[in-house]
Each structure stands twice: as C-alpha cells, then as structure tokens.
C-alpha cells in the first residue's frame, strides 16, 4: 500500500521559533492533508491541499502542495506553547478519493521548550 | 466541532473475549471509519462504512468486524481479543462537501491482557 514519510520525527524548539516539516510519498496524491494531535484527543484537520503548487494558510500555519505531487510541506510561524503535540500527514488511500479512508504518515511530535 | 462520541472511552478486557466499540455522530453523514492508532505507526484504517449496511475492509481489518445498522451508528467488534489489538481507536466521519476531510472522535483506549 501507500506509505507517507514524515520528517523529522521529533522536533525539540524553543518558543518564539519557526518551524518547518515535510511529508514524502512513493506515488502520486490528489489532495494532501494535514491534521494535529493533541494528547489524549483525536486529530484534528488544519489545512487541505488540493492542487499541485498550492500554498495554503491557517493563522500562523502554511502549508504546500509539491510540485511534484510527492510531497507537501507544513510551516508553523513563531510558535507558541499551544503548538506542542503530533502533526501528521495524510492523503486519499486510493484514486477512488477519500472515500474510502486516508493514509497517514507516521507523525512529527512537536516539544516547545520553555 | 463535529458532533462524534466514541464508547466507551476506557476498556480493559482479557484475551479471547468479544469486545464491541460504538461510534455515534449527529451529523447525518454517509461516511464512517475506524482507525487504529499505535506508536511508531500513526493511524491506520480497520474498515469503514459508506452507507447504511454498506461497508468494507481497510488496511489492517483482519480480526475485526463492524456493523452500521443506523446512518448515526458505527460498530466495530473484536470477535476473539488479542494483546495486538491493544490500542487507541478512533472513529471518524467525512465532511459532506469532500470525502477527504475526515473529523475524528475522542478515541477508545482499548488494553487486552
């Protein structure tokens, strides 16, 4: 099946800082999706990519479809201590679309030291 | 948020025994699903649901099953548990407009000892 690589898998800032991660796949996606897990909650959907090249913002959050297709990529802007938590990647399991369900990459854990 | 309640929240049960998860949304959509969620794996699809009676296998759907008798009403069931099914399970619904926005529950925390 499908598999995403997320990078890096543990992030350890500081407050204040940027933060940039990516998301890698093997095959083609349609549409790239990026989700936040708080501990001890579900994930949570922050943005939606549908197009090749498409930059997309939420608050302090700007994603990217790549170019290629393969890959998409999530920046996080003078993050604060509520940004801690899992960021994972995900995309439509087959070309049937998100129907029937989503992969997921492994996820970036997000530490924000004081 | 999207209307999803997940029971129950907790569950220890002993090996070999029949365990049943309930997924419940108030928000009329067609599409369900099952995750499983375990460290160093992310999330990954059990079964899912596109409509009442309607449904079909995931990724890792061996040793589950699931019934969807009402459009609110998700069930996933371990016939026989095992300690590999110990994990977190989330259910979640697609947003009406794109199948590919999906809103998750609270999670059930599932331990098989």
């Known amino acids: 099946g499908q598999q995403l690589n997320q990078s890096p898998q543990s992030m350890f800032i500081q407050e204040g800082e940027d933060v940039s991660m990516n998301c890698t796949s093997s095959?083609?996606?349609?549409?790239w999706l990026w989700y936040k897990q708080d501990p001890g909650e579900g994930p949570v959907l922050l943005i939606a990519?549908?197009?090749?090249?498409e930059l997309t913002s939420n608050g302090r959050l700007t994603a990217q479809f790549g170019i290629t297709r393969k890959d998409s990529f999530l920046n996080i802007s003078a993050s604060i201590p509520s940004d801690v938590g899992i960021y994972f990647c995900?995309?439509?399991?087959?070309?049937?679309?998100?129907?029937?369900?989503?992969?997921f990459g492994k996820g970036t854990h997000l530490i924000i030291q004081p | 948020d999207a209307g999803i309640t997940q029971s129950p929240r907790h569950k220890v049960t002993e090996t070999g025994t029949p365990v049943t998860l309930r997924c419940h949304q108030t928000?009329?959509?067609?599409?369900m699903y099952w995750y499983r969620q375990d460290p160093g794996h992310g999330l990954r699809l059990i079964h899912y649901?596109?409509?009442?009676?309607?449904?079909d296998k995931g990724e890792v759907s061996d040793g589950y099953s699931v019934s969807r008798s009402k459009t609110e009403d998700f069930l996933l069931t371990l016939e026989s548990a095992t300690s590999s099914q110990t994990s977190v399970y989330f259910c979640?619904?697609?947003?009406?407009?794109?199948?590919?926005?999906?809103?998750f529950g609270p999670g059930t925390r599932l331990t098989v000892t």
């Open positions: 979640a619904i697609s947003h009406p407009d794109s199948t590919y926005e999906q809103y």
């Open positions: 095959s083609i996606f349609n549409t």
């Open positions: 990519l549908y197009k090749a090249g």
């Open positions: 995900a995309g439509p399991t087959s070309s049937g679309g998100g129907a029937d369900g989503l992969t």
């Open positions: 928000e009329n959509h067609r599409y």
């Open positions: 649901s596109y409509g009442v009676k309607d449904t």
